[in-house]
Structures are given as C-alpha cells and as structure tokens.
C-alpha cells in the first residue's frame, strides 16, 4: 500500500470471471466513489491463483476461496461483500461422455487444491484415497470436453454450457451441500489485509458495495467490461453467470449468509490434514 495525501494505493486481484468484473466494474472504470482509495494495481488470476497471491500477504484487497480463508486468517479479514454465495451456485462434477456416475478409481480433475471446489467435492465423496489432479479452470474444462472418459469439477460459467459440450453431470455439488446442511453455499470472498486498518477496510466495504449499485444501475457499461475478460463471450452465458453469482448476498451476506459462511470454516476447519494448516 502507498499513501498521499489525497488518495490510498491499494492493489487488487479478482477473477476475470463476469461476476468478479460486474461486481467492480464501477470501479475499475472510475465511475463509482472510490471513498478515497484508488487500485493502482489489478491482477485478473484463476481462483486457484488468487488463492496462492493471498498466501504471500502482499496483496491488499483479493478474492479468495472460502476454503482458503483458515490459512491467512491470521493476516486477512473477510468482507461481507462482494463475494459469491448463494443457492444453487455451486461447482458440477461432470464426466466426458454418456457415463452418468463417478469412478472413484480415475483420475478427477479439480480446479485447484485450496478451492471451494475441492472441498465440496470431498464433501460429497467423504474419501482420500482419490486420485485427483489440480489444473487452472480454464485448462480443466478444455482437458474434460477433449479427452472421452474424463471427469472433472468445473466452476464458474461453464456450468451454463456444458451440455452442448458433450458433458454428463453427475452431481450438483452444491446442490448436495444444500441438502446436507440446510445452507447457502460459500463459494468466494474478499480478502483484505488486516494491516491496512479499521478505516481503510471500512472504505473498501463502502467502495465495494457502491461500485455493485453503480453496475446494477448501469448494466450496458457493465456488461461490456465482463466481456472484455470473460472465458466465453456469448452475452446469454454472461447474462446468466450475473445473474446467478450476483445476488442479495453480494451486496451483504445479512444474517442468513453470515450463518452460512460460518458453518462451512468450522467444517472446513474440522477436515483435518486434507488441507495444509487444516
């Protein structure tokens, strides 16, 4: 972080995905009030990525995995903004081809080891012993609409499209969340560093939340810088991934989301040496 006397320098790293990009896109075009802070520095990063960034504690403002949180808690504090968490948002385990269940003797593919995503995969099978191979999201999907018999864990906007990409689902993820806990699922947040201080987390907050209401309230701009950075360009799968990430929650996750979240860190926390620092 950098200070003068009219503006606070912070450095931002968010997923290139459209609900990260709607969420900022106020200010990222310099549209919203910034609450006196500026990101002079942005990253667009897989989640997987962004996870590993938070890691290094040298990036002010990120978004991370729920399921990242328990290792940078002691340098980071959540937002209750600007995240992604809902119902019926969570990540697909998919296999290549008409086979309609899992082989817990192959190879899965996981869009990284410190996601959401492979945490409500082990949820769902409650086993260690599966061979598992992390790739970035991106490289997973392509690998799992080319290579017949694979199966993988997607995330993100190809949940819109897999179907036409040859793809059988075999388990909602988060769907079988839902059903075993009763809660939303809590899929991203925003990180920021503890050491900027109370004032300054408190403007982030504030300029998250009116750079969402200056996107609602301008949603052509808006779209159009998801496009820019989006994995698939067609404005339906855009218009659907806002739709579905970009909820009530995204503004304040409200006592409902609250509770959710804090059932998932204790049973993340409770998965024992899965998880480094688990």
Known sequence: MRVNSDVTKLSLGISPCPNDVYIFAGLLLGKSDTHGLKFDSVQYEDVETLNALSMTGDIDVCKISYAN????ADRYELLPCGGALGRGVGPLLLVHGARSHFDPSRETLVPGEFTTANFLFDFYTRRSDIPKRYVPFDILYAEL???PGAQ?????????????????LVQDLGDFWEEKTGHAIPL????????????????????????LQWADANRDESFELCRHYAQDLTHGVI????????????????????AAVRYF???????GSTQAGW
Do not use: M, P, W
């Open 145 to 147: 609409c080319n290579r």
């Open 239 to 258: 218009e659907s991934h806002i739709r579905l990430y970009v909820n009530e929650y995204s503004q304040d996750l409200g006592d409902d989301g609250a």
């Open 265 to 271: 860190l204790e049973a993340a926390q409770g998965r």
């Open 188 to 211: 991203g947040a925003i990180a920021v560093r503890r050491s900027l201080g109370t004032d300054t987390i408190a403007s982030v907050k504030s300029a998250i939340k009116d750079s």
């Open 152 to 168: 993988g864990v997607v995330i993100h906007e190809k949940r819109f499209t897999y179907q036409s990409d040859g793809l059988t």
């Open 69 to 72: 949180f328990s290792r940078i």
